[in-house]
């Protein structure tokens, strides 16, 4: 094995450029995968799937079945890897990380991934078979040959994986998830790791509201003094001024912000314009077959500040925004598989998380196999370690499933717990250096002139562990406000990096997290710009007018904390430590550098801040609701590596001096864009994309190949494998003549493959195709609905696709008689989910609509659980938001206005925050949601009489608009008899 590989050094030099050839090296020496599935697949012999049921998914939570003809589109069957793959990978990434190997950071393109450690053609072969045989569509084959994603109904996943499809209500909202472990024919087990995308529970973000947390810390205000943290201040506090003068600010890097909603951009460069950045929209690219783009309230802020801090940390990186679609079974985690399959960046930064005990043995095994490929790619991946301390399970003292003995265990959040992730944690500066520059402190600016200062900290800011359990707590939270931190229960071994630094564990695990910065809501907030009304404070009813941080009415700042801070940021500084020591192909796995300085006792001390007081336990005066057993125990603060804040935060100057410089061969860093000539495009119509490769700094023109891959590469190619199609450069630059048959959101992935002194990069652009060809059709049934006064009725949605149509339906409607159908309440049922859309297939989709004459219902929160992505209030006092609303000022809505507001909210917000309108909503535990006209007067307002909607016969016509165009629409409508 040496020999081989001193000979394919002396290759590497013959061809004068290392990484290209060395790459070559090692795939041609790799062997073709063999074939590991010998027997035919069928449904006679079947075995179960051990670990494929979801944690949550359990029978005291369960609430009903889910109907058969329930559309589930871009399910997935997922790969593992053979025991000589994975011992071959393990090895490989190894070597990657080893200066002393003749492999050290020779990364793989995601193609030879595929050739090296994916599926054998002939097996990806029997699995679509099979899959087809059962009713299923196979939408696409992954690029890494690891994943098949297939569409079809519930009642086909019952009978295809012996399971059935259910509803559970979990921590106040509804889900749906198998209710049993599945079953696979015994052909393929062994080679499957998961059947993914069969339930919607979603990775939480990791941030918190500001006002959540009182008191408010002591940017300077103008307004009232206090402090925030604005981008200035990070620099100062962490040292980046130097650098960032030097103009090294991330040029030639490349940072993938993943997320699960959509953004307004206006917000990005809101953020940007009043932090006196230059504006600069990120790349969006959205995860193929995840449905048309949509915001959803909490992940819609999540991912504004990602993208906003990440940007004013490195501000010359390339910003890539991965995120998935209106498909509920689509989530974060399908947005890092697709950013490291298509390698969309270097850097991989991911705010979300669960916690281990939630998430099944078998989605680990998945997870983890996808996180191993972006390393052996060389893309670092950076997560949030959590802000529920040491209890990532904790949700709320009044939710009882799971059961508070459960959410208080002692547990970390993956995947900041994988041995593949560089886990980022949470500090807090003290109280005692919040206060101001006058009173002695020396650490902020005074505000004298009555306007605000954009950076007012003065140099590094003594820093603890955070927790602000006890404040929150106090303040009305039920959430607790720490910095995640612990034992891994999931990987009992210890990784081979984790040692040689004072404090680690001799507890045969991997420990969490691996660095910390300032994440606290209270000591001190940051600033951020976002449309997301959930991100707002009591009474706000804006965010960052007239390029200013301020509401323009209130003027409220819009504030946070949460490790969700702390990992951008640490993504934006790792790509200006790329840049400053020349790593311009990524550096993979940090962590093997990272605790080999910190074990160097001076260079911790001269580089690291050593976080030693504080801890990230809950607090025992909070009581049993909050805390219990061990939970008001861990973690504490040392010397040296803590479980609460790991080897602690860094002075970023200090740091990149003591990293060692790249002594490979330097590549220039380069940039890949990808443009159309039309962004919206009619069914098989011709559009040129170019795409244009540029060198980041100097002169020169890039000189070789970009691949492209369409759609995930499969599926341009009938779903039969995972080539990508190759474009030759000439100047710079080179075109693809894109033609898609089929309509909706196309993503088109390039990736430079880099020359003898140029480092590859990726571009990417999303076309949408539409037109007139392109729609479905809308049905009601009944074509008359009789409805006795005061009780319900319930009618039959269906939408049919034509022309190849697939994607996410917005309904809205009107009636003849606003007026007499005030205190009518519509219940959005089964079948079309928790923001009122319906998600088409290439075949039809059904949903249940409930419609209400019960004044009493629109009006009272009896029985009244909170729905997933919306906050209930009491209709007394005021209405629900819905997931992707605005908030304006409570009121009463016609009712078609009310159920628009609520179903039409994702698609309204993306064209214009105007438009969003408060419904108001109930959502009741055994119907799903509740959209509710809200006329009249009710009892909980002095008691008045509630009227019930008045007899007589009214049309009510309902209007479906897809997500993404709107032009494409289609309505129906049916006679409501109120007798």
């Known amino acids: 094995m040496i020999t081989k590989l001193l000979q394919g050094q002396k ?51 369960d609430a009903g079945r889910m109907p058969a003809d329930t559309q589930l589109k871009g399910m997935s069957i997922v790969f593992n890897r053979s025991a000589a793959q994975q011992a071959d990978l393990e090895a490989l990434i190894a070597a990657q990380q080893n200066p002393a190997s003749p492999l050290y950071h020779q990364w793989l393109t995601p193609d030879q991934f595929a050739a090296r450690f994916g599926m054998a053609q002939s097996d990806i072969d029997k699995v679509q078979t099979w899959l087809q045989q059962q009713g299923f569509s196979v939408d696409s084959v992954a690029r890494s040959r690891n994943l098949i994603r297939f569409s079809g109904n519930a009642g086909q996943v019952e009978q295809a994986f012996q399971t059935q499809m259910h509803y559970y209500n979990v921590r106040g909202e509804k889900h749906f998830a198998p209710a049993t472990a599945l079953s696979l024919p015994s052909a393929v087990l062994s080679s499957v790791a998961t059947v993914g995308n069969l339930d919607d529970f979603r990775p939480r973000p990791m941030h918190i509201r500001s006002d959540a947390v009182q008191p408010r810390a002591n940017f300077t205000s103008g307004v009232s003094g206090s402090v925030y943290l604005a981008p200035g201040d990070v620099k100062m506090i962490y040292d980046l001024n130097p650098l960032l003068s030097a103009s090294i600010n991330g040029t030639g890097q490349s940072i993938a912000i993943l997320g699960q909603s959509s953004v307004v951009t206006s ?173 002695g402190q020396g650490y902020w600016t005074a505000e004298t002139s009555g306007t605000d200062i954009l950076t007012s900290a003065l140099q590094y800011i003594p820093e603890v562990v955070w927790n602000d359990d006890a404040l929150a707590v106090n303040g009305g939270n039920t959430s607790l406000s720490a910095g995640g931190g612990g034992v891994s229960t999931i990987y009992k071994t210890k990784p081979s990096w984790q040692t040689g630094v004072p404090g680690i564990p001799s507890d045969n695990a991997r420990d969490v997290p691996d660095i910390s910065l300032l994440s606290s809501p209270a000591y001190v907030p940051y600033i951020y710009c976002s449309s997301d009304s959930s991100a707002w404070s009591t009474g706000q009813t804006a965010s960052c007018s007239n390029n200013t941080f301020r509401d323009s009415a209130t003027q409220d700042l819009t504030l946070a904390g949460g490790t969700s801070f702390a990992t951008p940021i640490f993504a934006g500084m790792v790509a200006i430590l790329n840049q400053q020591k020349g790593y311009n192909t990524g550096q993979g796995l940090l962590n093997t550098e990272l605790y080999k300085l910190a074990a160097n006792s001076a260079t911790y001390a001269g580089v690291f801040h050593d976080i030693t007081s504080g801890n990230n336990a809950c607090p025992s005066s909070l009581g049993t609701s909050y805390c219990t057993g061990s939970a008001t125990t861990d973690y504490s603060a040392t010397t040296g590596y803590d479980l609460a804040t790991g080897l602690g935060s860094f002075d970023l100057d200090k740091l990149t001096v003591a990293w060692p410089l790249n002594t490979g061969t330097a590549l220039i860093a380069t940039t890949t864009t990808v443009s159309a000539a039309s962004a919206t495009l009619n069914p098989s119509t011709n559009d040129v994309v170019t795409i244009t490769v540029a060198r980041a700094t100097g002169s020169g023109t890039p000189t070789g190949t970009v691949n492209l891959s369409i ?84 009618e039959t949605v269906t939408v049919t696709p034509s022309s190849g149509y697939t994607g996410t339906v917005n309904l809205s409607y009107v009636t003849s008689n606003d007026t007499a159908l005030a205190n009518l309440c519509v219940f959005a049922g089964t079948g079309l989910s928790t923001s009122g859309a319906i998600t088409v297939g290439s075949t039809a989709a059904s949903g249940a609509i409930t419609f209400d004459t019960n004044a009493a219902d629109c009006a009272s929160t009896t029985g009244a659980v909170k729905a997933k992505g919306l906050r209930v209030i009491p209709h007394g006092t005021g209405s629900v938001k819905p997931s992707k609303s605005t908030p304006q000022k409570s009121s009463k809505l016609p009712i078609g206005m009310a159920f628009g507001g609520l179903l039409l ?18 959502a009741l535990a055994s119907l799903g949601l509740v959209v509710s006209a809200c006329g009249g007067t009710t009892s909980n307002t002095g008691g008045t009489t509630i009227t019930d909607p008045a007899k007589g016969t009214y049309t009510i016509t309902f209007t479906g608009t897809d997500s993404v165009t709107s032009t494409v629409t289609a309505q129906s409508s049916f006679s409501l008899v109120i007798n």
């Open 11 to 61: 290759m590497l030099r013959a061809c004068g450029f290392s990484s290209a050839c060395a790459l070559a090296t090692i795939v041609l020496a790799a062997q073709t995968p063999a074939a590991r599935i010998a027997s035919e697949v069928n449904v006679s012999q079947m075995s179960l799937l051990k670990g494929s049921q979801h944690p949550l998914a359990q029978a005291q939570y």
């Open 905 to 922: 909210a994702g698609f309204l917000g993306r064209s214009s925050r105007k438009l969003r309108q408060v419904a108001c909503v109930i």
């Open 711 to 794: 759609d995930g590469s499969g599926s341009a190619y009938g779903a039969t494998g995972s080539t990508t199609t190759p474009v030759t450069l000439s100047g710079g630059t080179a075109t693809y003549t894109a033609n898609f048959s089929t309509c909706g959101v196309h993503t088109i992935v390039a990736q430079y493959a880099g020359d003898a002194t140029d480092a590859p990069s990726t571009g990417s652009v999303t076309l949408t195709v539409g037109g007139s060809s392109c729609g479905f059709a809308l049905a009601l049934t009944p074509a008359t609905l009789t409805v006795k006064q005061g009780s319900q009725g319930s």
């Open 267 to 439: 917000d990005l460069e809101s953020f940007q314009n009043a932090a006196k950045l230059t504006v600069k929209d990120p790349t969006m690219v959205i995860v193929p077959g995840s449905g048309g783009s949509q915001l959803f309230s909490g992940d819609e802020s999540e991912s504004d500040l990602d993208l906003e801090w990440s940007d004013a940390i490195a501000p010359g990186a390339d910003v890539f925004f991965v995120y998935t679609g209106g498909n509920s079974n689509f989530g974060v985690f399908d947005s890092l598989q697709y950013a490291v399959d298509e390698k969309i960046a270097n850097i991989i930064s991911i705010s979300y998380g669960a916690c281990e005990p939630n998430i099944s043995a078998a989605n680990i095994t998945t997870l983890d196999a996808i996180l191993a490929q972006g390393v052996a790619q060389g893309q670092t991946i950076v997560a949030a370690s959590g802000d529920a301390g040491s209890t990532a399970c904790y949700q709320s003292p009044t939710t009882t499933n799971p059961p508070l003995t459960t959410q208080e265990a002692i547990a970390v959040s993956y995947p900041a717990s994988s041995q593949y992730v560089t886990g980022v944690g949470g500090t807090e500066i003290s109280q005692a250096n919040t206060a101001y520059y006058t009173q």
